[in-house]
C-alpha cells in the first residue's frame, strides 16, 4: 500500500510532467493566432513578471529586498547561463512550433536526456560511449520519421526546418543544464534567473520583428497563455521541486518519460492533430534510446 505521502508526491510529479507536456500545444494553439516573435513574448514576459512579483512580496514580508540567490559565479556568467537557456530554448521552440504539430515538437524534446549525457561526456573530455552514439544516432533519426508520413498541419506539411528548430531547443537546453552543472543556487531562483535575464529579449522581439498578433485576446487565448508562461515555467516547476524532493530523482526520471506521451495524446484531442502509426513508433523509439543511453 502507497502512503498518502507517497501519493502526493507522485501526484506532484506527474502534474508536472503534464503541464510541461501541454506546453507545446498551447503554444501551437496560440501560433494560429500569433507569429513566433509573440510566441517567444508570451512563454517568457508573463513568467518573469510573476516572478517579479514574488520576489517583491517576498521583499515586503521579510522587511528586506529579496532576489534571486546568485550562488558563487559572477553576474556576467549568471546572465550568460540564464539567456541561453531562457532565449535559446523558448526562441527555438516558438520558431518550431509556427511551423510544426505539437507532437513532433514533443517528441523531439524527448531527446533532451541524450544530448545532455552527450554533452556532459564531452565537457570531461571522455568519449562517448558506443551506447551513447548509437542512442543519439536512433533519436535523431527516429524524431524525423513524422516527416514521412506527410502529416498536415495549420494547412502546410510537417517541415525540416520544423524539426530541426525543436533539435536546436533541446541541444539548446542540454548545454545549459551542462553549464549551468556547478551552479549551486535552488531551482527556483535559478528559473527565476532565467525567465528575468530573457525577458528583455522577449519583450522587444515582437517590435524588430514586426510580429503580428490579433486586435483582441480571445479567453481561450489567456488559458493558453498561462499555461505556456505560469504553468510551465513557474507552476509545473514548483510541483517539479517538491515531487524531486520527497520522492527522489530517480523517481522523477521515470515521470519525464510521459511528458511526450502526454503531448501527443493532448495534440490529438485538443488541437485535432492526427496520431499516426509513425508518430506512436517515431515516439517508442525515441524514448527507447533514451532509456538506453541511462543505461550506461
Same mark, same amino acid.
Given at each position: ?75 556576467v556568467r549568471t ?36 544530448w545532455i549525457v ?33 502529416v498536415a498541419v ?56 514586426? %510580429? ?5 485576446? $480571445? ?5 493558453? =497563455?498561462?499555461? *505556456?508562461? !505560469?504553468? #510551465?515555467? /513557474? ?11 520527497? %520522492? ?5 526520471? $521515470? ?5 511526450? =506521451?502526454?503531448? *501527443?495524446? !493532448?495534440? #490529438?484531442? /485538443? ?26
Amino acid at each position: 500500500m502507497k502512503t498518502t505521502r507517497q501519493l502526493t508526491e507522485q501526484l506532484y510529479l506527474l502534474a508536472a510532467v503534464v503541464i510541461w507536456g501541454s506546453a507545446p500545444v498551447a503554444t501551437s494553439a496560440l501560433s494560429s493566432s500569433f507569429s513566433s516573435s509573440w510566441l517567444f513574448f508570451w512563454r517568457l514576459v508573463p513568467t518573469a513578471s510573476a516572478f517579479v512579483l514574488l520576489y517583491i512580496f517576498r521583499s515586503i514580508l521579510q522587511g528586506r529586498i529579496v532576489t534571486p540567490a546568485r550562488g558563487d559565479v559572477g553576474w556576467v556568467r549568471t546572465a550568460a547561463y540564464s539567456i541561453f537557456g531562457g532565449v535559446g530554448y523558448n526562441l527555438f521552440i516558438s520558431l518550431a512550433l509556427a511551423s510544426t504539430s505539437a507532437s513532433s515538437v514533443g517528441i523531439v524534446l524527448t531527446t533532451e536526456p541524450v544530448w545532455i549525457v552527450l554533452i556532459f561526456a564531452w565537457s570531461k573530455k571522455a568519449m562517448p560511449s558506443k551506447r551513447l552514439i548509437v542512442s543519439l544516432v536512433v533519436a535523431i533519426l527516429a524524431s524525423t520519421i513524422p516527416l514521412f508520413g506527410g502529416v498536415a498541419v495549420k494547412g502546410h506539411v510537417v517541415t525540416v526546418i520544423g524539426i530541426a528548430f525543436a533539435t536546436f531547443a533541446a541541444i539548446s537546453w542540454a548545454l545549459f543544464t551542462a553549464f549551468s552543472d556547478r551552479w549551486r543556487i535552488p531551482a527556483f531562483d535559478k528559473s527565476a534567473q532565467m525567465a528575468i535575464y530573457s525577458a528583455p529579449v522577449a519583450l522587444i522581439a515582437p517590435l524588430i520583428f514586426n %510580429g503580428t498578433h490579433p486586435k483582441s485576446i $480571445l479567453l481561450a487565448n489567456f488559458g493558453e =497563455i498561462i499555461v *505556456v508562461s !505560469l504553468g #510551465s515555467n /513557474l507552476i509545473a516547476m514548483i510541483f517539479w521541486i517538491k515531487g524531486v524532493a520527497s %520522492g527522489g530523482a530517480n523517481l522523477a526520471a $521515470l515521470y519525464l518519460y510521459l511528458q511526450p =506521451i502526454a503531448t *501527443v495524446f !493532448l495534440s #490529438s484531442v /485538443l488541437l485535432h492533430q492526427p496520431v499516426t502509426l509513425l508518430t506512436i513508433l517515431s515516439l517508442v523509439l525515441v524514448i527507447g534510446s533514451v532509456v538506453n543511453s541511462s543505461l550506461g
